[in-house]
């Protein structure tokens, strides 16, 4: 042991790799660490390991036309005799090789016993002439390389051979990994039966690997992404690590030196080779990036030296891997965490050097809640471990809690998500309802938007004045029409200032009245914008309407604060908007003219718009683009829920204009915030009136509905209408005594029922129940 | 219960579920009483499929449960789609009975009416599967990583995701071979099915009583030599540990994968029928004999280098989990399923026979097993046999009823359908794994 450690520490080289012509199957290095063999379907050739790379020493695929049993599943160099090598081959045979044969065939021995594939062979770890094989047909096999057939056969019973491996501790066990998930051990003395076996993976075990130190360690890697380490020292097999990775697990090779760690690599889709901390099983401990295919052979140089990984792989090439290469992922890791609590609570954990600094450093237990109530528990603690070559991170967990009843609450969103009329009445009454509902919530900006959507959408539908009037059902459209063009522009332009000024008052007190509205304006250019004037106009506009509304049904009555009603006012509002109706005005220009003295002092996107509004034909169309801005702006500001809800009410006035994966995209928010809050009805009304293909799918999948057997009592698992248990039909119809597939109609008094129709009938004849219980059913 | 079974099922019919089987026979052998009602109770009737199957019931429940699960339960694609892709690849071998099952079943999915027009009246995303399917069906080796990038690559108008290309190309594979089982038991439409003029194709155009009256004597005795003959051969094969020269497994392999078995087709179904055209472009693709060696032979797949215990699954399994599973396991059973008799006999280790059916398949599709003596096939399979497992796997269509009575002629029908379940699930993994190869190259 000495003297080999001392060879170890004369190993030196660097990442290296060279190109083989063929993909390599497997690679066995031999004891001194010198010299690597590579084995493959159509290679099979050893390489020198110099100090920056590899040299091709020897080819051992010779012949014009070499046989199958060169093509090698796997390789291996005996670790005591430096010129023995053995291969399995994929026609079943079992190969030994001399390298010290004169001649160029090296070909020593050949036992062709295995009917299939052989998957492993493994020399014994001290005895010079003992050779194990394990094979596709079930059989694993003890040969004694002085003689010329197999010594002795083991019958995993039936099911194929993945791995042999010797036990490098114990002189006579063996373990072998099976397809169907068990893992045997046997005794090489015994081959008429397995010591122990236990079921160590769902489905194939590909691998296993002894501990080299440990003497009943067992790492073992399956098809299931797993890597499982085993104790066998006690009584009963104890899984004692286990570590999930991202791919079926093709290979697994305890690493030198390390008690704890292991290196592995994927039989698909994964090409990196991982090398494990099994007690810190979800994060690699170190990955070697390099291969392009599927690495299919890692063995470490040295088995005393812990820091050189040989591999190859099916991108036909042979890499030497420098641990102090590798790239450590737990250096890349974020170990900051941050999450949103549902009611605006924030948690955020970050290391505590980060957290903590200009505070005491070395006090590892303390946590940090600034901002926050100490509430929180502390949660675990690990002891650091001097051996553990992790990097130790603590981190601090800090909880900010918003205020009760701050700002931040969101029991705004649960009640605007309970009020919004989102479908069911005509566009015009769900644009006011939820205007309303808005505005109610003390939600001006909102409340404005919605009426603003009813001016957009609702009429220019019919362009025509008569129609218009009925929509706006004020009372005063006869004085309207008796305007003129002109006229009214002058008094629009003249009132419109004077009417501009209540309105500032009247939106000073909605805004002193208003908690967010501060932090609403504050915050963003284009809220400002909206609350600007000219929506403001409208906005009062529109409530002035409703006042209108209120002036004729007196039960109906708006709350509305600081803006007394007058009469002279009312003509206003509805001004506008028969100039915008008009098909063809003919003051066209001098309107525009008009409407630009009239905008100087508002904002440039009204500019925009009040000259269009005297555009002759205005398509809903034309607001597409404003009102697609519009829902962008709210879902950026993390109110989706005005989104979708928009969305979901103009329908198809706006859907064409947003890309779906927006509209999905909001969908899926909105739905995920109300589960969230427990709004299940409002969820799934939004989904049902989607029009998003993938959100209305949410409903139509995984509803599973259980249902008991009547007669039973116990659960029916794959029908609905028949017992498995009892073979008696659930549900059968009192009337024509069939059984019922579709819809189930039942008296909740004696619980007898049938299909609806027949149900229905019965009815109109009896009022007993048909199915002579002599109870008198009531449907309703 | 029971007794509602027996008098549900459409033994009333003239016809009965298969133009080979009689159905009297199926009833008699239905070990799988209690498998068939419950598939009558779930769907209302046992239908012709079904009730084939019936006969080997471990393999139904499985079947079922892999088909159920591909057509209804949770997946990438919606369900009409998954109909419509069925219509498509059982289009491709003219299968009547697939067509006709699904097309109800794809508008009562809620399936645009319009699309059964034509494969034009799909949107362009279902229309792009056309090249991947037509290579699934005849010549799956030619599948590569550009068919998939194709469809896949992001960019590309109305891509596939990877999720969904792997259930398609479940679904096209799973029809192929459940095509090729209706041809190969002779499968006969529903009653409802009628109607359609072009279903009088797959009626036969031989009378099977007629045959089985006309078995005389001499005949019989003829047949049960053959089974015992078939017998000794088996034990030679098993106990066997000659030695070959790797030329010879390869010429042996070789000589397997050309034989050229097809009888020379008497009528050349020259026209498509229009209810198949419709949903198939480039009708004279089809499966085409590998030709002999030196030819540039396209290269074998072998079954080392990707299988579907190792590699196969691992993929499938990342990229469609429960589907990787139920596969897996029906591959298992089928592969397991033995009562350890032939004909008359009983307590027979079929393995090597079974075996040989299997790896035939597999060879006809180009994959090789190193570990395989592709000698014993043609120790084990008669002619007649190879003829009848070629052309069902790679002509379904043209499969008649006389190669259906002409190999094992004593053996029991349910044992023919048995080879059928061999034939139907070597062909539909040899299938999947070329696909899923041309995947994992993708992905790498």
Redesign the interface.
């Known amino acids: 042991m000495e003297k080999m450690t001392r060879v170890s520490s004369t190993i030196s080289g660097c990442t290296m790799f060279c190109h083989l012509d063929a993909p390599a199957n497997a690679i066995s290095v031999c004891r001194d660490a010198t010299q690597v063999v590579v084995a493959g ?1 159509n290679i099979f050739k050893i390489y020198g390991l110099e100090e920056d790379a590899f040299v091709e020493r020897l080819n051992l695929r010779v012949g014009r ?5 060169f ?1 090698c ?1 796997d390789v291996m160099w005996h670790q005591m005799e430096e010129n023995l090598l053995a291969t399995a ?4 045979a079992v190969v030994t090789w001399n390298l010290a044969r004169p001649c160029r065939n090296k070909q020593e021995q050949l036992f ?6 052989v998957n492993k062979v493994c020399f014994h770890p001290t005895e010079v002439n003992m050779l194990l094989s394990g094979s ?1 047909d079930g059989f694993m096999k003890c040969f004694d390389l002085r003689k010329k057939e197999s010594v002795s056969t083991f019958s995993g019973q039936s099911e194929s051979v993945r791995d042999v491996q010797f036990s490098i501790k114990d002189y006579f066990t063996f373990a072998a990994s099976f ?1 169907n998930g068990n893992v045997q051990l046997w005794d090489i003395r015994r081959p008429d039966r397995y010591e122990r076996m236990f079921t160590a993976h769902t ?2 075990v ?1 691998c296993c690997d002894w501990h080299p130190d440990d003497r009943g360690w067992l790492a073992t890697g399956g ?1 299931d992404k797993m890597v499982k380490v085993w104790d066998m020292s006690t009584n009963r097999v104890k899984e004692i690590y286990c570590v999930q990775t991202i ?2 697990v093709a290979r697994v090779k305890w690493r030198p030196e390390r008690r704890y760690h292991l290196a592995t690599c994927s ?3 994964d ?1 990196n080779i991982y090398v494990w901390d099994v007690r810190r099983p979800f994060i690699p401990f170190a990955t070697f990036e390099e291969h ?3 690495t299919t052979g890692i063995v470490w140089r040295h088995q005393h030296d812990p820091y050189f990984l040989l591999s190859g792989s099916k991108d036909s090439t042979l890499y030497q891997h420098m641990f102090k290469d590798a790239s450590r992922p737990v250096d890349r890791a974020n170990p900051e965490g941050l999450c949103f609590g549902l009611l605006g609570d924030l948690a955020f954990a970050a290391k505590e050097s980060l957290m903590s600094a200009p505070q005491s450093v070395g006090d590892v237990g303390r946590k940090t809640y600034p901002g926050g109530d100490r509430r929180y528990p502390i949660f675990f603690f690990k002891k650091p471990d001097v051996t553990e070559q992790f990097a130790q991170v603590s981190s601090a967990l800090s909880v900010f809690e918003s205020e009760a009843g701050s700002g931040v609450g969101m029991d705004w969103f649960i009640n605007t998500a309970q009020s919004y009329l989102l479908s069911g009445k005509p566009f015009v009454e769900l644009c006011e309802h939820n205007a309303q509902v808005a505005k109610r919530l003390n939600r001006p900006q909102e409340s404005t938007t919605w009426t603003m959507l009813r001016i957009m959408f609702s009429e220019p539908a019919n362009p025509s004045l008569s129609s218009n009037h009925n929509l706006n059902k004020s009372g005063n459209l006869p004085l309207v029409n008796s305007f003129s063009m002109k006229e009214m522009s002058a008094a629009l332009n003249e009132r419109n200032k004077e009417n501009r000024q209540d309105n500032l008052h009247s939106l000073e007190t909605n805004l002193n009245n208003n908690d967010e509205n501060e932090e609403t304006e504050g915050s963003e250019g284009q809220a400002e914008y909206l609350f600007g004037d000219a929506e403001l106009d409208d906005d009062d506009l529109y409530s002035m309407e409703h006042e209108n509304q209120a002036a004729e049904e007196p039960e109906y009555l708006l709350p509305q604060e600081a803006f007394p009603l007058r009469h002279e006012i009312m003509d206003h509002p509805s001004a506008p908007e028969p100039v915008q109706e008009k098909p063809e005005s003919p003051h066209v220009s001098g309107s525009e003219a008009e409407s630009t003295c009239l905008t100087p002092m508002e904002s440039f996107s009204l500019i925009s718009v009040s000259q269009l509004l005297f555009s002759p034909h205005l398509p809903p169309k034309f607001f597409c683009p404003i009102v697609k801005e519009m829902l962008c702006y709210y879902a950026e500001q993390g109110d989706v829920q005005m989104a979708v809800s928009v969305l979901i009410v103009l329908g198809d006035r706006i859907r064409k204009e947003i890309d779906e994966l927006t509209q999905e995209h909001w969908y899926m928010s909105y739905i995920d915030l109300l589960q969230r809050f427990e709004l299940w009805n409002v969820s799934n009304e939004v989904i049902k009136l989607s029009t998003c ?1 993938p959100i209305m ?1 949410l409903n139509q ?2 509803t599973t509905l259980h249902i008991n057997c009547s007669n039973c009592k116990r659960p029916m698992s ?2 609905g ?2 017992c498995d248990r009892c ?1 008696q039909c659930a549900s059968v119809c009192a009337v024509c005594h069939h059984v019922v ?1 579709g819809l189930f109609v039942w008296c909740q008094g004696c619980s007898h029922g049938g299909h609806l129709e027949h149900m229905m009938e019965w009815l109109k004849q009896s009022r007993h129940c048909p199915a002579g219980c002599g109870h008198l059913c009531e449907y309703t | 219960m029971k007794e509602e079974a027996g008098v549900d099922q459409p033994q009333t019919l003239p016809s009965g579920p298969s133009a080979f089987i009689p159905i009297e026979e199926i009833l008699d052998e239905g070990a799988a009483q209690e498998v068939m009602s419950e598939a009558l109770l779930s769907e209302g009737r046992v239908d012709h499929i079904n009730t084939m199957m019936g006969l080997h019931p471990t393999y139904q429940t499985c079947f079922q449960r892999t088909h159920n699960a591909l057509l209804q339960l949770d997946g990438p694609l919606p369900l009409s789609w998954r109909h419509f892709i069925i219509i498509l690849a059982s289009a491709r071998h003219q299968c009547s009975y697939l067509v006709q099952h699904h097309s109800s079943a794809f508008l009562l999915a809620g399936g645009d009416e319009s699309w059964l027009r034509g494969l034009h009246c799909a949107p362009p995303k279902i229309q792009r599967l056309q090249t991947l399917n037509k290579l699934l069906a005849h010549r799956p080796w030619i599948i590569t990583q550009e068919h998939i990038q194709e469809l896949v690559c992001p960019g590309a108008e109305a891509r596939w995701s990877l999720a969904e290309l792997i259930q398609a190309i479940v679904l096209m594979s799973h029809a192929h071979s459940l095509a090729s089982f209706v041809w190969g038991c002779g499968v006969l439409p529903e009653p409802e099915q009628s109607g359609d003029e072009s279903l009088q194709m797959c009626s036969p155009t031989e009378s099977c009583c007629a045959r089985d009256k006309a078995r005389n004597q001499q005949e019989w005795s003829e047949a049960v030599n053959e089974v015992k003959l078939l017998m000794e051969k088996m034990m030679i094969v098993q106990q066997q540990g000659e030695e070959f020269t790797q030329e010879e497994m390869v010429t042996r392999f070789e000589r397997e994968r050309t034989e050229s078995l097809l009888e020379p087709a008497d009528v050349q179904r020259s026209v498509l029928p229009d209810c198949f055209s419709r949903f198939v472009v480039d009708a004279d693709f089809t499966y085409q004999d590998f030709s002999p060696r030196g030819v540039q032979a396209p290269p074998t797949m072998r079954a080392q280098d990707y299988s579907w215990e190792d590699h196969g699954f691992s993929l499938m399994n990342r990229l469609y989990g429960e589907m990787a599973q139920l596969l897996d396991e029906k591959f298992q059973v089928v592969c397991a399923l033995t009562y350890n008799t032939m004909a008359m006999h009983s307590h027979v280790d079929t393995s090597t026979l079974r075996k040989a059916i299997w790896n035939y398949i597999h060879c006809i599709y180009g994959i090789r097993y190193d570990d395989y003596n592709y000698g014993e096939v043609n120790q084990l399979l008669e002619r007649s046999l190879k003829v009848y497992v070629k052309t069902v796997a790679c002509h379904p269509e043209k499969t008649t009823p006389r190669m259906y009575f002409s190999f094992w002629r004593q053996f029991r029908h349910s044992e023919k359908v048995h080879v059928n379940l061999l034939l139907m699930e070597a062909r539909l993994q040899a299938a999947l794994l070329y696909a899923l190869r041309a995947i994992t190259r993708y992905m790498t």
């Not at chain 1, 062709?112 to 594939?117: L, P, V």
């Open positions: 379907r036309k070499p046989s199958l049993n093509s599943a081959a994929t026609n079943g062709t016993e295995h009917k299939r594939t596709q397809e489905g194939p590909f098809r791919a079926s039989m698909m889709v090409h392009r295919d599927v293909g799918c999948a995984s794959n029908r209408w028949i073979h597939k």
